[in-house]
């Protein structure tokens, strides 16, 4: 009776302990197993036809953002998200569209367009996060790089084009790489 009761304690104490641990450190991110899975393009095509859906059929994809992707550019197996802002000229509105790692799709409040800039030519076609990223590889510092997200796609009016703004840790050092839309690497900062 008494050696139950002992381990009924310890067991107790335990999920006591334990439990509450799980939610004050979180698991970091896990990389995804080989494959494009997770990538930008991946997310895009689940996010434009829920956009189409929610806009109208000429919904355009106008900026990309995304949180807790991996160095190769796709997301992390156990979380993150792409947020994918999409523009229409016929419902004159703009929407973000979030896919996160599980292709779960959350639509945002829709808000005025501004000046609508489609990215990729012809519009929505353009290359995988993934070749993005592997643009940067051997420029900047050497060494074992992580993302310092987010990441984010965005018009740039000096470039006169989107880029894409990828924030690496690579050692101590902090570098900002940018590398335009369709692939081409422009410069580390």
Not at 49 to 70: S, Y
Not at 115 to 130: E, K, M, N
Not at 163 to 181: C, D, F, N, Y
Request: proline fraction near 7%; glycine fraction near 8%.
């Amino acid at each position: 009776m008494r050696i139950t009761r002992l381990l009924l304690l310890l067991l107790l104490l335990c999920v006591i302990v334990l439990v509450p641990a799980c939610w004050l450190f979180p698991e970091g991110p896990k990389a995804r197993p080989a494959g494009t899975d997770g990538s930008a393009r991946w997310a895009f095509d689940v996010a434009s036809p829920r956009a189409k859906t929610v806009l109208a059929p000429d919904a355009i994809v106008v900026e990309i953002t995304g949180e807790d992707v991996m160095p190769d550019g796709r997301l992390a197996a156990n979380r993150g998200k792409w947020t994918l802002s999409f523009s229409s000229f016929t419902a004159a509105q703009r929407v973000p569209v979030a896919v996160d790692y599980l292709r779960n799709v959350t639509v945002g409040t829709a808000v005025a367009p501004g000046v609508i800039r489609a990215l990729g030519a012809p519009p929505g076609t353009f290359p995988d996060s993934t070749n993005i990223f592997a643009s940067s590889v051997g420029k900047g510092a050497a060494g074992a790089r992580t993302v310092d997200n987010p990441v984010q796609c965005a018009f740039d009016s000096i470039a006169g084009t989107h880029v894409w703004t990828i924030k690496l840790k690579v050692g101590s050092a902090t570098e900002t790489h940018r590398v335009r839309w369709d692939g081409v690497w422009l410069e580390v900062l």
